[in-house]
Nanobody
Framework: VQLVESGGGLVQSGGSLRLSCAASGFSFSSYVMSWYRQAPGKERELVASMSPAGDITNYANSVKGRFTISRDNAKNTVDLQMNSLKPEDTAVYYC????????WGQGTQVTVSS
């Protein structure tokens, strides 16, 4: 299982970023895909997840209405569109899936300046 994130960066408060995760090494369309984040000094937390068919989503309360998870099962990718970003969204964002074990990407830094 390999997960590779891209799309992080520095953005001003109120701005937008789109993260992408390219997956390989497993049957992508059969598994839940998730985005987590970890801010300095804090525990890693679930941001959003999507069912294999893309018909069920789950979001952390802190990002509901601002973030949107999507997936393309033909391309083996899962994206996270982040709008109305806040300084408290600053964190390393990780793509993740559970295929008998929890797998993580290398993470991508998102920094939101006030």
């Amino acid at each position: 299982v390999q997960l590779v994130e891209s799309g992080g960066g520095l953005v001003q408060s109120g701005g937008s970023l789109r993260l992408s995760c390219a997956a390989s090494g497993f049957s992508f369309s059969s598994y839940v895909m998730s985005w987590y984040r970890q801010a300095p000094g804090k525990e890693r937390e679930l941001v959003a997840s999507m069912s294999p068919a893309g018909d069920i989503t789950n979001y952390a309360n802190s990002v509901k209405g601002r973030f949107t998870i999507s997936r393309d099962n033909a391309k083996n990718t899962v994206d996270l569109q982040m709008n109305s970003l806040k300084p408290e969204d600053t964190a390393v964002y990780y793509c993740s899936t559970w295929v008998f074990n929890r797998y993580w990407g290398q993470g991508t830094q998102v920094t939101v300046s006030s």
